[in-house]
């Protein structure tokens, strides 16, 4: 299954070198993230289909993980494809999702930048933390707006660490990536089900959103200048 924005581990094809170089760069997310847990709750927020939650689970069989998705597909191929006994999956809404007992650690990758109020979102995982509890979480460093329609905001490493500041969480340890881009098929109009690899139609897209926010033009040469034709990624501990 080629998406944008979901990956599907035993969709892709093992055999195509983009599809394993997407893969790589979410599962070292999620490797960093098994490093560094602690207690014995850990919810992973947004956990898509689940590959990700599964390796926190697997690598830390002294923990419960909880893995929230919004998405009830996503749920139910989660559950479907990815079981173990210290592992469980529920369908909400990552602002709404309550917990009676508080989570030692919270995983939130690629999740801020979707949503309209990240201050909530902020908010939330501070009410569902438990004393002494920490939150590893990623976002895109680079321009993402005009490249993908799920976004709604850009992060730089000051915003990043701003958002979190407010509710008392300090970076600690942190895990810098690099993805650089695709062109081939950049213009295709295939549908997912056709594409050969998940940034397959991006250029559509950029051009779309150009036309209706051309100041932003400014922002993609800028990082384009700093950062070259890449894109970057910062996942960070945080606790208080």
């Not at 139609?201 to 890449?230: I, W």
Request: glycine fraction near 6%.
């Amino acid at each position: 299954m080629h998406t944008i924005e979901r990956i599907y581990p035993k969709d892709l094809d093992p055999q195509n070198p983009d599809d394993q170089a997407s893969l790589q760069i979410h599962m070292q997310r999620y490797e960093f993230a098994a490093l560094h847990l602690s207690g014995r709750r850990v919810l992973d927020m947004a956990c898509g289909c689940g590959y990700g939650t599964a390796l926190l689970a697997e690598r830390n069989p002294d923990k419960q993980v909880t893995g929230v998705d919004i998405d009830p597909a996503a749920v139910a191929y989660a559950r479907e494809h990815y079981q173990l006994a210290n592992l469980r999956y529920e369908c909400a809404d990552a602002e709404q999702f309550g917990s009676d007992l508080g989570f030692d650690c919270i995983v939130s990758l690629e999740t801020i930048e979707h949503l309209p109020r990240p201050q909530a979102l902020l908010a939330n995982y501070a009410r569902l933390l438990a004393e002494g509890g920490k939150v590893i979480a990623s976002v895109p460093i680079t321009p993402t707006l005009d490249g993908n329609p799920h976004h709604l905001h850009d992060f730089s490493k000051r915003s990043f660490y701003a958002l979190f500041r407010q509710q008392g969480l300090l970076a600690r340890q942190q895990l810098e990536q690099i993805q650089w881009w695709q062109f081939k098929g950049l213009f295709s109009k295939q549908a997912d089900e056709h594409k050969q690899h998940r940034s397959e139609g991006v250029g559509n897209a950029v051009l779309l959103y150009y036309r209706r926010h051309p100041l932003y033009l400014f922002s993609r040469l800028y990082s384009m200048l700093r950062h070259g034709f890449s894109n970057r990624y910062l996942t960070c501990v945080f606790s208080r």
